[in-house]
């Protein structure tokens, strides 16, 4: 019972504990680190970096997945 009661003493103390990063340059809308869309290859070198299915080179909006 004591371990229990010390237990729930600890997790409740550790409840509120969250760790919130700013945003970095360049990230918005959770986009990781220079990946936009998530899909691991980094922007720079992703040939559709908004993963909207359109190329970048043919893409008259390639950072943003809702228009092309």
Partial sequence: MKILAAFLVVSSML????????????????EARG??????IP????????????????DRYPDNPRRY
């Fill in 35 to 40: 990946d936009r869309d998530r899909d691991g």
């Fill in 43 to 58: 922007n720079r070198a992703d040939r559709d970096r908004d993963g909207d299915g359109v190329r970048n080179t043919q």
């Fill in 15 to 30: 409840a509120g504990c969250v760790v919130a990063e700013p945003p970095r340059h360049g990230e918005y809308r959770g």
